[in-house]
């Protein structure tokens, strides 16, 4: 005889093609009635006008009416509260993270993403800036301009000439800029003035293929270079990606600092961690002393108190960044000494002690550091 719970098992059977799990998981079963043969079913909907509506309500239908003792199946279709659409969506988002196809990414290779809410923040410069003191620091970095139709990564390293290569299997191998392993859309366009116009799906393709068709190899860390916002590659990433972790970079300025509060959400939504802050353009010192609050003050900690995480640097305004940024010639390297190269030096080792290289963190490693540590006790 067949019970409530059978029907429940068989709607597991049934899967929201938008979503990407079975509607019992995602909660969309609100009620299942069974009575003399009959087996009514309360669905809800995302919303009203749902598009996938006939196909899950066939779906149903077919998925019950086959059970031993159903002689007619009756779906009646609701729509979701603003909070039950939440929760659904929460958990489709989480489901596409455990389920994430394998990449070229090693998984213990530390990811981090470098987002900002807005554009015009430094974004770029503290990513390609980060991405260098991190190899400094000894450590394999490689460095994903994910900004794909507003690349600028090339021209900061220098190689904007440069186009990247297949291997003998077809995929394609990262450049070798001062050190970092970088791929970028500007490393495959003919002319990096000309426009890339591309539509949502053609991004997180283009992402997709920098994930699973590139030669990363041995990285300790991967830096992605993420556009502005809060749009399709962001959420790529954080499903193609369960590992990565994100960096948000602001100004000063309460408006950027609010902007920039919505990424961190929008991660936050996508099971992405939030570790940290970066305060760019922090002020500017003269050569005699005199320091300008050119965009405000305090919004970097503001905002790392607002999402309860730490500020991992405070950069100041600096001629050298934007010289060594249009010359290729980045700041940590050609001006070692400068105000802003020093923050990204810090900012870089506060990085590390927030997110240590995975070898760090496996129970061997911490056991060789007990055992050192008690070695210097004796």
């Known amino acids: 005889m067949t019970s409530t719970h059978d029907i429940e098992q068989a709607l597991r059977g049934v ?6 799990g079975d509607v019992v998981e995602l909660g969309m079963i609100k009620d299942i009635d069974l009575s003399n043969g009959t087996a009514t079913i309360n669905v809800a909907l995302t919303i009203a006008g749902c598009p996938m509506r006939a196909q899950i309500d066939g779906d149903v239908k077919r998925k019950v009416g086959a059970l ?8 009646e279709m609701g729509e979701m509260t603003q909070e039950q659409r939440s929760e659904v969506m929460s958990k489709a988002r989480f489901k596409a993270r455990q389920d994430a196809a394998p990449t070229m990414v090693d998984p213990v290779t530390r990811v981090i993403a470098v987002s900002s809410g807005k554009g015009g923040v430094g974004k770029s410069s503290v990513s390609v800036n980060l991405a260098l003191s991190l190899a400094e620091q000894g450590f394999a970095v490689g460095l994903l301009d994910a900004d794909i139709w507003g690349f600028s990564i090339p021209r900061m390293l220098g190689v904007g000439a440069e186009r990247l290569e297949a291997d003998d299997d077809g995929k394609i191998v990262p450049l070798l800029a001062q050190g970092l392993k970088l791929v970028s859309t500007g490393l495959l366009v003919d002319d990096e003035d000309k426009a890339l116009m591309w539509r949502g799906l053609m991004l997180s393709k283009a992402l997709e293929q920098f994930l699973t068709d590139v030669a990363w190899g041995h990285v300790d860390y991967l830096v992605v270079d993420m556009p502005p916002g809060t749009g399709d590659i962001q959420m790529a990433l954080s499903r193609l990606l369960p590992q990565a972790e994100m960096v948000v970079v602001t100004t000063p300025q309460r408006t950027a600092q609010k902007v920039a509060a919505r990424v961190a959400d929008m991660a936050r939504r996508s099971f992405m961690p939030v570790i940290g802050v970066i305060e760019n353009m922090a002020g500017f010192t003269t050569p005699s002393g005199e320091h300008f609050k050119l965009f405000g003050e305090g919004g970097g900690r503001e905002l790392a108190d607002e999402l309860g995480i730490p500020l991992i640097g405070s950069i100041p305004l600096d001629p050298f960044v934007v010289a060594g940024g249009d010359g290729g010639d980045p700041v940590v390297g050609a001006h070692p000494d400068s105000p802003a ?17 995975a070898e760090d963190e496996t129970c061997t490693a911490r056991i060789d550091k007990l055992i050192e540590g008690l070695k210097a006790r004796t």
């Open 15 to 20: 899967v929201d093609p938008e979503l990407g």
């Open 68 to 75: 031993p003792g159903i002689d007619a199946v009756v779906v």
């Open 341 to 357: 190269a020093v923050a990204f030096t810090e900012g870089a080792k506060r990085l590390l002690e927030l997110v240590p290289p």
